[in-house]
């Protein structure tokens, strides 16, 4: 969920940097100027995030042996494709620091506050579990299943400007 989430906003930034039309790098076509974005997107999204190569596929449209194929081949496309090297350095170093610059707690307790504060709570009858880590921090919200969409929103919201992960048990 936030994983592709964390895709689509780096296939997003990544038309922005080379020009793209927003949702082209779903396009079907084998043309240099789609494949070379296409193939960055997939192995940024696979360095920084360890986004899931299924996800991956699903939102480029390609199937998964693609998305292994882009990671097997970018050390050689990196060392001998000019083009390849300046997109990637471009979407790597911009991609980079937008997660630099994100918030990250530093224990438990400090999350906790701050999801608390941001109107988050837990429910006295819970039937699932919300999972959030940040950083080293890890806090449980305890949710009935009729609070559950709202409070999974009202989190996301909280959440936006943190280096987060939120995995539902």
């Known amino acids: 969920m936030i994983q592709e989430d964390n895709f689509k906003n780096l296939c997003d930034l990544t ?24 193939s960055v997107v997939a192995v940024v999204a696979r360095m920084i995030d360890n986004t899931h190569p299924t996800i991956i596929a699903k939102q480029l449209k390609r199937d998964r042996v ?12 990196y060392r001998s494709f000019p083009k390849y090297r300046e997109i990637f350095n471009l979407v790597y170093n911009a991609y980079s620091s937008i997660q630099g610059s994100k918030r990250t ?23 699932t579990i919300i999972k959030v880590t940040s950083g080293r921090a890890e806090y449980n919200i305890r ?27």
């Not at 076509?29 to 070379?36: F, L, M, T």
């Not at 009202?154 to 939120?166: G, M, S, V």
Request: charge should be positive; aromatic fraction near 14%.
């Open 15 to 38: 038309t922005r940097l080379v020009g793209l039309r927003k949702g082209s790098l779903a396009f079907k076509s084998r043309k240099q100027e789609y494949q070379v974005p296409r």
């Open 66 to 77: 693609s998305v292994y194929h882009y990671e097997r081949m970018h050390e050689s496309n």
């Open 105 to 127: 707690f530093s224990d438990s307790r400090e999350l906790e506050i701050y999801l608390r504060e941001s109107g988050i709570s837990n429910s006295d009858k819970y039937q």
């Open 143 to 169: 949710l009935s299943y009729k609070d559950f969409y709202n409070q999974l929103e009202l989190c996301k919201f909280a959440l936006t400007d943190c280096n987060y992960n939120l995995e539902i048990i």
